[in-house]
C-alpha cells in the first residue's frame, strides 16, 4: 500500500475517533444537565480512553507523512494538510484528503462548541452549589454596607466570648 492511502486511512481513523469523543460530548452533557455524576464519570473515563488513541493516531500521522516526503525526497519537516494536497499526484486522493480534512476540521469545532458549553454548565453548577451552601450555613455577608474601616466591631452587651470566665 502507498503512503498516502495509509495516510488517507489514518485520516479517516481520526475522524471516527473524533465521532467517538463528540458523542461523548453529547453524553456528558446530557449527564450534567441532569445531574448524573455517574455517568458524567464514566464518560470522562471513556472520553479519556478516545483521546489517547485520537493521540497515538495523529503521531502514526505525522510519521506516515514524514516516510512519504522522504520518499519523494522530501526533507521538509511538518507539513499541513493543504501542502500535503498539493504534493498529491492523483487527483482522487486530493479529493479524498480535502473531504476528511474538511470533516475533521467540522468535528473539531463542534467539540469546542460543546466543550465550551459543558464548561459552562459546570460552572453554573458550582455557583448553585456555592449559593446553597451560603444560604444553610447562614453566614451573613461581610461588608454589605459601607462602615469606616479604623473601628473594629464591639461585641454587644450582655454577649461574652468564649474565653470569658468568672474568677
Not at 75 to 84: N, Q, S, T
Not at 87 to 102: A, C, M, N, Q, S
Not at 114 to 133: G, R
Request: net charge negative; aromatic share 6%.
Amino acid at each position: 500500500m502507498e503512503p498516502i492511502q495509509d495516510i488517507i486511512q489514518i485520516m479517516q481513523e481520526l475522524n471516527a475517533a473524533h465521532e467517538d469523543l463528540l458523542i461523548l460530548e453529547n453524553k456528558k452533557k446530557e449527564a450534567l444537565v441532569h445531574n448524573r455524576t455517574d455517568e458524567l464519570v464514566k464518560h470522562l473515563h471513556e472520553q479519556s480512553k478516545v483521546t489517547k488513541r485520537i493521540a497515538a493516531l495523529e503521531e502514526e500521522r505525522l510519521k506516515m507523512v514524514e516516510l512519504w516526503l522522504a520518499q519523494k525526497g522530501i526533507l521538509r519537516g511538518r507539513m499541513m494538510l493543504p501542502d500535503l494536497i498539493k504534493l498529491t499526484p492523483y487527483h482522487k486522493d486530493k479529493e479524498t484528503l480535502r473531504t476528511l480534512g474538511k470533516e475533521l476540521q467540522e468535528r473539531i469545532e463542534e467539540l469546542r462548541n460543546l466543550n465550551h458549553f459543558n464548561q459552562q454548565l459546570i460552572e453554573q453548577s458550582l455557583s448553585y452549589i456555592d449559593f446553597t451552601l451560603s444560604l444553610v450555613t447562614n453566614e451573613p455577608e461581610r461588608y454589605v454596607t459601607y462602615e469606616r474601616m479604623d473601628r473594629s466591631p464591639k461585641p454587644a452587651a450582655g454577649t461574652r466570648s468564649f474565653f470569658d470566665s468568672k474568677a
